[in-house]
């Protein structure tokens, strides 16, 4: 394809939730094209959610290390984190996510981000100084106070009917903590920008997802309200409008407050990582996608980011998603969606590569046609 002029197309895509990962995304696509003679580079991507651990793990050459922990209900399963060198690339969902849970178990009151606390103190226990961790896909909304009870924080709270401690917290005590954690390293990557309080917040967004009816939602910030006033009184810092501060129930302003933790953008971490601004510069054509792309996959998401990268320097850019929202497609060259050639949104779902294959094949059509069209 002579339009190509020794560039490539560049392959970035974020996984599409519940069905492809981005390594396997990358794997179709690449067949496609490569198939008539164009040249690839693949860079899966993350967010911050769901796979994004070992995303950085492949980057990085990180070693998987396998390890008990609990879900969000309590319940005991095996989950992986990775090292690199002394650093402990962690993933909330793998120990505590959404994805464990059936429908019918979610349960607002009662889950909790213990099991991520179970992985972390592993990972200390193992020698790890600096922590990674990818907070998106989380099934509770508790402040993070079940890891941070794990972790070493005092819960002040009397006769609590409900395992999420947030509902019926008193007081803290921080000491232990942050003698435990004095000298150890903790970025956070974060899915979404939300703060902790308010109608933007953790409970009020990301709630009814996981659960909570309209009365818990408000208890709940309430809650998380009262909970910002202990961190505002034990540690000086106010964290209650915090920028990423309501990602994974708020665990991320909690950490921010008690352990200095650093809060960052997934999507941005992970393009700095695989070098994509480099790659964009020798790229003719960009191909980027998730699960479905929306207003809100425009602001930190990765489809978002890439999109936007692209047209700083003039880059078409391509999605290929499962679904699309209408005010989403314009900020993309073209979009591609799975349903288009499944019979149904399930058997987009399940029958996942085939229909990427068809789609790819579709977008290699659309390229030609647009290289050697008036």
Known sequence: MNFLNGRHILIAPNAFKGSINAFDFCKVVAAEFEECG??????????GGDGTAE??????????????????????????YFMHENTAIIELAAACGLKHLKREEYDILNATTTGFGILINHAIAHGAKELILCVGGSASVDGGTGALLEMGLT???????????????????????QQKFKDIRITILCDVDNPLCGPEGAASVFGPQKGASPEQVIMLDKQLRYFADLLHA?????????????????????????????????????LSLARFREHLSGAAVVITGEGKIDLQSLYGKIPGTVASLCRERNIPVYA????????????????????????????????TSHYLKLAAQAMIDTLYLSAYSD
């Open 55 to 80: 995303i950085i793990a492949w980057y990085l050459d990180a070693i998987p290390v396998k390890t008990l922990t609990k879900d969000a209900l309590g319940r005991e399963h095996t989950a992986s």
């Open 38 to 47: 164009l040249s690839t580079v693949s860079l899966p991507l993350g967010d």
């Open 155 to 177: 819960i002040v709270n009397e006769e609590s009917k409900n395992n999420n401690h947030i509902t019926d917290i008193k007081d803290i005590d921080i000491e232990y903590l």
């Open 320 to 351: 290929i998603v499962g679904l699309a929202e209408k005010q989403a497609i314009p900020y993309f060259d073209k979009v591609f969606t799975l349903v288009t050639y499944a019979r149904s949104v399930h058997d987009s779902i399940t029958n």
């Open 234 to 270: 034990k540690t000086g810092k106010e964290v209650c409008n915090l920028k990423h501060g309501g990602a994974a129930g708020g665990i991320t302003a909690a950490m921010y407050a008690l352990l200095n933790a650093r809060l960052v953008s997934g999507s941005s971490y992970c």
